[in-house]
């Protein structure tokens, strides 16, 4: 067996097949020892994943050695590569990161059960990302949300529960669209794999059941991806979540869903409906203008930091949608970059809020009055993970807002519109993070603070490993830029 | 005649489901429910598609029915008079509306030169005697084909399971309610002398059933899923009729988790054998030097790991409700 050849496939069935392991595993801190691990294992083979697809294009796998259409298909390409980096990398620093806050807020009783369920909320996302077949999306899709449920569960305020049965409903509904959706699609063409379905939907292009397939999977995971207005679920699933989780979850879970959509609308759907492309921009750009003004106007009324950060998330999610709506190399491009740097500026800015949790006990912003003096290198990876997500230049956040303000510019007078909301958006982000900051450097403690410290080094390492990753790649992009523009190629050659 | 069947059904599937929204009584919602799944499993039945029909009928109907009931026994038995929001309707209106325009193009039921029967399904057909050597093509595609997809199916009803552990765990001495309590505050059923007799008839046959199913997936309607689900339901009728309290002793909860690990461990391991063999994920073919002896090694292990974890976990869903403090 020559290893290299199953990477991919390693990617997805590792972490699951340990997921049952660390069920069993009854001993203090090895849970989590085999989590990070098996978690670090996967983030070098997606590294490795992205260097074979970089070098000699998309990468490819039968299962069970079945040949698609008949069997189930893996296939990555730039953009899968990608989601693969992001998923495993910040899995393995939120794992990192989170050992002591998950004992306080998980407890040791059941901890094993919890770092199973990591475990397959890793596989279940990294399996949507690298398949090839949309039934294949769905299974796995089950498998990452089920277990997403268990970790925000897991949270320490009981608020957690209602918050997770809401999620739990929605999410429900947008899976199930998204079933609908490929069902129909199945119906007419006789087929689940991605490829094979662009081919043989032209021969039923435009007709009913098609475009209502097009609408439910559209639905569904906008639904999935918390798009505006289907955000409802997102903030708070975030706030009562245990802090590492939230880490996890805002950088990668909304951005699958958001993945797919892009795959299944530029893959199989753009090249088939007749003015697909027109109907997407149009439906989407307006979506994603209010996304930006409303979720950050939220924000800066909100007094919980991280329903603070959950509703940024909600304006963010609008720049990745807004990129992928202008159908254009830029746009996409732009987008596309802005989905890798905004899982690295929003889960720094989690792991900063969660550091301050733990010592704290608390994500309400009165509370964080004065934490500055006592925390330094807490709130300093805050300020410069903020300044990353307002996009000032020479941090991560920077560029891509500055390819979707060139992309914008190419668009004619609707792009000055939506330059102005990216320019707007920005400024907005501004103000919402320097409320933070001047509670928290400038406004003398309302609570006592004496036996507040600073965060422990262990979790402040993660942390600043990832501010600098941030800086590094507002100075440098030329890794991501290059996946970016990759996979901007790719969803294009399938729009002729 | 089907069409007459399949017409009679389905308006009885609509009349039981209004029902079930308007009746106020929580309990005869919940047996209003085990008669929509056997309604369900009648139509899966007629649409050829028995297996999931049997497994409508264990989980829906059987093991369903059973863990409201064991909620019900936990809470009230009426429903709580609130104020209906039409939100829902409207949603449920917008959603159904495209689906029904859907329908205006979509091929005749059974029309043999519809899409889905000229593209994989043939292939399906005629390559399976010859590459897995089995009589139910079912079995072949859901084991083997597309063995991947089920492989994740089973991981999904281990979540389920680890979540429940996670939330609720199952606790050895903390079982206040004992079968009979359960039966009566549940049914309502004073004299349950009768259905504790049969039922302890029934139990062995329940077991060997399920054990049949198990190993009769390749030559018929049947597998691990359903297997797995009527062997819990042996056991959860056992502990229906002779208390939790008995039924934990004789299945200590410590040994639930190793049920609900080792199968979905067992599935993905005879994936990395493969591996390890020179095939791909799940390539069953490697597992002898005759590729279709293979294929029989292969999926008789895969069957074996499904029924084991569902089994695990649908006794750990009941016996976490069951087993509940109740206060």
Known sequence: ?496 | MFILFGVFLLTFLIIISIAIIRVKSLFSAVMLSGIFSLLMAANFFILDAADVALTEAAIGAGITTVLFLAALALTRETEQRETHSRVPLLVLAIAAAPIIFATFDKPRLGDPNAPVHQHVAPWYLEKTPELIGIPNVVTAVLGSFRGYDTLGEVFVIFTAGIGVLFVFGVHQRKAAISGGELAQQARGIRHHLIPRIIGKIFIPVILLFALYVQFHGEYGPGGGFQAGAIFAAGLILYSLLEGVDKALQKFPPKVLPWFVASGALLYALVGFVCLALGGNFLDYSVLHSNPVVGQHIGLILIEIGVGVTVFGVMLSIFLAFAARESK
């Open chain 1, 1 to 496: 067996m020559s290893f290299a050849n199953h990477v991919i496939i390693f990617l997805v069935a590792v972490p699951l097949a340990v997921a049952p392991v660390i069920s069993l595993l009854r001993v203090r801190h090895l849970p989590w020892l085999m989590a990070c691990i098996t978690s670090l294992f996967v983030f070098v083979l997606s590294i490795q994943l992205t260097q074979s697809v970089l070098h000699s294009g998309d990468v490819t796998y039968a299962l069970g050695s079945w040949p698609a259409p008949y069997g189930i298909e893996l296939r990555a390409g730039a953009l899968t590569a990608m989601m693969t980096v992001i998923v495993s990398g910040v899995s393995t620093m939120a794992l990192w990161f989170g050992r002591y806050g998950i004992y306080v807020e998980v407890g040791e009783q059941r901890a094993h059960y919890f770092y199973a369920a990591w475990m397959l909320v890793l596989a279940g996302l990294l399996g949507i990302a690298v398949t090839g077949d949309a039934f294949n999306v769905f299974v796995f899709m089950e498998i990452s949300s089920l277990a997403t449920y268990v970790l925000i569960a897991g949270g320490p305020d009981r608020r957690a529960l209602t918050a997770v049965l809401k999620y739990l409903i929605m999410g429900t509904i947008g899976a199930t669209f998204y079933l609908i959706g490929v069902g129909l699609v199945y119906m007419m063409t006789g087929t689940l794999n991605f490829a094979d379905m662009e081919i043989r939907l032209a021969d039923v292009e435009n007709l009913r059941p098609v475009l209502v397939a097009a609408g439910f999977i559209t639905v569904g995971l906008a639904l999935k991806a918390a798009i505006f207005p289907l955000h409802v679920w997102m903030p708070n699933a975030y706030t009562y979540a245990p802090s590492a989780v939230a880490v996890f979850l805002s950088a990668c879970s909304t951005k699958i869903a958001l993945f797919i959509l892009l795959k299944f609308d530029f893959f199989v759907f753009q090249k088939n409906l007749a003015g697909h492309d027109v109907q997407f921009s149009w439906f989407l750009m307006p979506l994603a203008a209010i996304a930006i003004i409303f979720g950050s106007a939220v924000a800066i009324n909100e007094n919980n930091i991280k329903r603070l950060l959950g509703y940024s998330s909600v304006a963010q999610l609008g720049y990745i949608l807004m990129g992928a709506s202008f159908v254009t190399y830029l746009g996409l491009s732009g987008g596309i970059l802005h989905i890798f740097n905004h899982a690295l500026i929003k889960a720094t800015l989690f792991m900063a809020v969660a550091c301050v949790f733990y010592r704290v006990r608390s994500a309400e912003l009165k509370d964080f009055a004065g934490i500055a003096q006592k925390m330094p290198w807490t709130m300093a990876a805050f300020v410069l993970a903020g300044v990353a997500l307002i996009g000032v230049p020479f941090t991560a956040g920077f560029t891509s807002k500055w390819l979707l303000i060139k992309a914008a510019l190419e668009a004619g007078v609707v792009g000055y519109l939506l330059l102005a909301v990216v320019l707007i958006g920005s400024l907005m982000a501004l103000v919402y993070v320097w409320k933070v900051v001047e509670l928290a450097y400038f406004k003398p403690a309302t609570a006592d603070l004496s036996r507040v410290s600073e965060a422990p080094l262990m979790m402040r390492i993660p942390l600043w490993i990832m501010v600098l990753m941030t800086l590094y790649f507002g100075i440098d992009p030329s890794y991501p830029v290059r996946l970016a523009n990759a996979a901007a190629v790719s969803l294009l050659g399938h729009l002729s």
